[in-house]
Structures are given as C-alpha cells and as structure tokens.
C-alpha cells in the first residue's frame, strides 16, 4: 500500500475492517479529526490511523 497523507471515508473504512457510515459518525463527534479542502471534500489524516488502531475496541456480548 502507498503512503498517502490522507484518506477518503472509505478508504479509511476499508483499512481499518470498519464501515463507511461508522468512520463518518466518528468524524462527526470527533472521535477522529478530518481536514476539509473545499465545502464538500473532506479527508482523513493518516495519522489518525494510529489513534484508531491503539483505542481499545468493543465487543458485543
């Protein structure tokens, strides 16, 4: 994979095993920055990679 210094909703999503509308609702209260270029283009930083790869995840009982 190509180092890239930011990500799409969906190439996020599909990196980190998760579902487009979960990284949106993420963005959305914050629990992952976005950068907006434009009024309708946002990205993802890569560095948020990190931050979501060393949360602890959830599990259903």
Request: glycine share 4%; hydrophobic share 40%.
């Amino acid at each position: 994979m190509e180092d890239k210094q930011f990500y799409t909703y969906q190439e996020f999503a599909d990196i980190i095993g998760a579902h487009k509308a979960t990284v949106q609702r993420w963005a959305l209260t914050g629990k992952i920055k976005v950068k907006h270029f434009g009024e309708k283009i946002v990205r993802i930083p890569a560095s948020e990679l990190e931050c979501v790869q060393e949360a602890p995840s959830v599990t259903k009982p």
